[in-house]
C-alpha cells in the first residue's frame, strides 16, 4: 500500500457532508490513475487497532479526520515514522490563538484579538465571537455580536453549552474573500462569496460589507498564506481574510483541508503533487 486515506465524520462537516466527500473521493481516485495503491476508511472506523495493523504498511497518510481520538493515534503515528497530512500534531495545536500568535510572528495581518473578557475594555463594536476548544461544528460556535449586551449575551450561551474557551476578534470591513491552498505547490485559489453568490455554510457573510473590488497583491498574499500553512503544518488549507480599502488583507479564518467545492477540479492534482512531493522528501518507498 502506498497511500492510506481517512476520511472526515459528518459531524465535523456541517452542511458540507457531500462536498468534503467528494474531495477526499476524488483524490483518492486521482492517485489510483497515477497507480498508487491506495486504502481509504472513514474516522469513524480508525481506531487502536488500525494503528498496529497500518503503521508498517502506509508510508504516508492524507487525513481529514478531526476527532481528538483519532488525532492522537495519528500523532502517535507520526512519532513512528509515518508523514501524515495535515500533520495530526499541526491540527490539534490549530486554535484561534496559535493561529492569531503565528500571524503575529510571521508579520501577517490580522484583526485585533482578545483571549479573554477583561482584556476587551478598548474593544470597537461590533465584533465576533468564536469557540476556540474545537473547530466550528454549528453556526453558534462563530457569533456576530453589535454591542457589548450582545456580546455578553453570547458568552453566556458558550458558558452553558459547556464552550470553555473562546476568543473575541475585531470586525474589519472591507472585501470578504474565501481562499485555498496547497503548499509546496503553485495552486492557490480565491473568490468572493459576495461578488460569486458562492456557498455559504452558516450565513455569516451577511454581516460583512458588499463586494467593491479593492485591488491587493494576490501573489504576496498567496506566499504569506503558504509560509503560514507550513509554519502550522497545515498544507492542505484554506480560510477567509478581509481586504480593506488600502489592499491590506487581513486573515480573519485559517483551516485544515477545506472541501474546495468551488475548485476541486484543479486542487485534487495540486493535493496530489503535494502528497507524492512529500513522500520523496522522506524518502519513503513508494511506487514513483
Given at each position: 500500500m502506498d497511500f492510506l486515506g481517512i476520511s472526515r465524520s459528518p459531524i465535523y462537516s456541517p452542511h458540507s457532508e457531500d462536498r468534503d466527500a467528494q474531495i477526499f473521493n476524488q483524490l483518492s481516485a486521482e492517485l489510483r490513475a497515477?497507480?498508487?495503491?491506495?486504502?481509504?476508511?472513514?474516522?469513524?472506523?480508525?481506531?487502536?487497532?488500525?494503528?498496529?495493523?497500518?503503521?508498517?504498511?502506509?508510508p504516508i497518510i492524507f487525513s481529514m479526520g478531526r476527532h481528538p481520538h483519532v488525532l492522537r493515534l495519528l500523532a502517535k503515528m507520526q512519532q513512528q515514522g509515518c508523514v501524515v497530512v495535515n500533520s495530526a500534531s499541526g491540527i490539534m495545536r490549530l486554535s484561534r490563538r496559535n493561529i492569531y500568535a503565528s500571524c503575529l510572528s510571521l508579520g501577517v495581518?490580522?484583526?485585533?484579538?482578545?483571549?479573554?473578557?477583561?482584556?476587551?475594555?478598548?474593544?470597537?463594536?461590533?465584533?465576533?465571537?468564536?469557540?476556540d476548544d474545537a473547530c466550528s461544528q454549528q453556526a453558534d460556535d462563530v457569533c456576530f455580536a453589535a454591542n457589548k449586551e450582545e456580546l455578553q449575551s453570547k458568552i453566556q450561551g458558550f458558558v452553558q453549552r459547556g464552550v470553555a474557551h473562546y476568543v473575541v476578534s475585531e470586525h474589519k470591513t472591507g472585501d470578504l474573500i474565501k481562499f485555498y491552498g496547497v503548499a509546496g505547490t503553485s495552486f492557490f485559489y480565491w473568490y468572493s462569496p459576495k461578488r460569486d453568490n458562492g456557498f455559504s455554510k452558516f450565513g455569516l457573510e451577511k454581516h460583512n460589507d458588499e463586494y467593491s473590488g479593492f485591488a491587493f497583491d494576490e501573489v504576496a498574499f498567496q506566499k504569506q498564506m503558504n509560509c503560514l500553512a507550513q509554519h502550522l503544518q497545515i498544507p492542505v488549507y484554506g480560510g477567509d481574510a478581509i481586504v480593506d480599502n488600502q489592499g491590506q488583507c487581513f486573515l480573519i479564518d485559517f483551516n485544515d483541508w477545506p472541501s474546495?467545492?468551488?475548485?476541486?477540479?484543479?486542487?485534487?492534482?495540486?493535493?496530489?503533487?503535494?502528497?507524492?512531493?512529500?513522500?520523496?522528501?522522506?524518502?519513503?518507498?513508494?511506487?514513483?
Open positions: 497515477r497507480n498508487f495503491q491506495v486504502a481509504c476508511l472513514s474516522e469513524d472506523e480508525f481506531d487502536d487497532k488500525s494503528v498496529e495493523i497500518l503503521c508498517n504498511d502506509a495581518n490580522v484583526p485585533q484579538q482578545y483571549s479573554e473578557l477583561g482584556e476587551t475594555c478598548d474593544l470597537q463594536y461590533p465584533c465576533w465571537l468564536k469557540r474546495f467545492s468551488c475548485c476541486r477540479d484543479k486542487a485534487v492534482p495540486a493535493i496530489a503533487d503535494c502528497l507524492v512531493q512529500m513522500a520523496k522528501h522522506n524518502r519513503l518507498s513508494i511506487k514513483k
